[in-house]
């Protein structure tokens, strides 16, 4: 029967949790080695600019949410398709009449 | 991949530990090392957080760089044996950056979550709420275990494969689930910690019976 510690592992190696022990770091670099490659962080050019601005204590949030599960089955109800310009348009033109 | 020996890395590690003495020196050396983990790093953390990155802006990038300072700053920390030869360091500190960007985005979020509420606000006109899924590649490549285990995942709500990597992710043997883990995951999701641990339970025993179904090995009779 499979185990909690081999499912951890195949979660690591496939990328869902963090690759922590050489083994799953082999099977990690594996599948995504190609992509690594491609990847260019931030300060590759500068990398001394880390250690000017120091450890960054906090992050900033893009956008909130309350309920994703329920955005999700309003998006499901939609027939999976996103909200259109046009909806968007009403949308606020209702909400900020409700405003007024 | 991998260019440096464990020779290079150990003097890597030691011009950290100089930075006071000769600053100029563990400058050039942090440069070598960046070049050398920042890719991999960006990967880890990119793959294991996308739900959490669609939400904060430049989170890889504040948790890789929050990572090479926590070593730059403790480098000894790291632990090189004698019997380890280039390719073993190489993949120990793949590992042990890894940890360390687990712990640190463990500490972004929770301060977040205590700074402020997980509430919708649509303030810019243009915007709409419309979270990616996580994606599952189908990839190939992949060995006969981990196929199996894509399949099942795919079989999960997106909720529900959410709150299950977020509870294995603060897995530890023999510890409980950390309360302020469950109290984001609670709030986040709208639900009880009665629910996740339900679901968390649900999702365990498909996989396993996932396992049983589409593999050879069969539990042990007693």
């Known amino acids: ?100 | 991949m991998n260019t440096l020996k464990k020779a290079e890395l150990e003097e890597i590690l030691l011009k950290f530990s100089y930075k006071e003495e000769n600053e100029l020196e563990a400058h050039k050396a942090f440069t070598i090392f960046y070049h050398e983990y920042s890719k991999y790093l960006s990967k880890v953390v990119f793959e294991a957080k996308r739900a959490a990155i669609y939400f904060y802006e430049d989170l890889v990038d504040i948790v890789v760089n929050n990572s090479f300072l926590i070593i730059y700053n403790s480098p000894l920390d790291f632990n090189i044996e004698d019997q380890d030869c280039d390719l073993d360091v190489d993949k120990k500190m793949k590992g042990y950056l890894a940890v360390i960007a687990k712990n640190e985005l463990k500490g972004l979020l929770n301060k977040k979550y205590c700074l402020q509420e997980h509430d919708l606000t649509i303030d810019d006109k243009d915007f709409s709420f419309d979270p990616p899924e996580i994606e599952i590649n189908r990839a190939h490549n992949l060995s006969y275990n981990q196929r199996i285990l894509q399949e099942v995942l795919l079989t999960f709500s997106e909720r529900d494969r959410l709150i299950l990597l977020s509870v294995y992710d603060c897995h530890e043997v023999g510890k409980k689930r950390p309360k302020d883990i469950m109290a984001w995951l609670t709030k986040v999701h709208n639900t009880t910690d009665m629910n996740i641990r339900k679901i968390k339970s649900r999702c365990d025993k498909k996989i396993k019976e996932y396992f049983e179904r589409n593999t050879t090995l069969k539990p042990l009779k007693r």
Do not use: C
Request: charge should be positive; proline fraction near 5%.
């Open chain 1, 1 to 100: 029967m499979i185990q909690i510690n081999n499912i951890l592992k195949l979660l690591e190696s496939l990328g869902y949790l963090f690759p922590t022990n050489p083994e799953t770091v082999t099977e990690f670099e594996k599948r995504y080695g190609k992509e690594i490659e491609e990847i260019k962080p931030k300060h590759w050019d500068n990398p001394l600019e880390i250690l000017k601005k120091g450890k960054i204590e906090h992050i900033r949030i893009i956008s909130k949410i309350k309920n994703p599960s329920y955005e999700g089955l309003a998006q499901a109800a939609r027939n999976g398709t996103a909200i259109s310009d046009e909806m968007k348009r009403k949308m606020l033109e209702d909400r900020n009449n409700a405003k007024d």
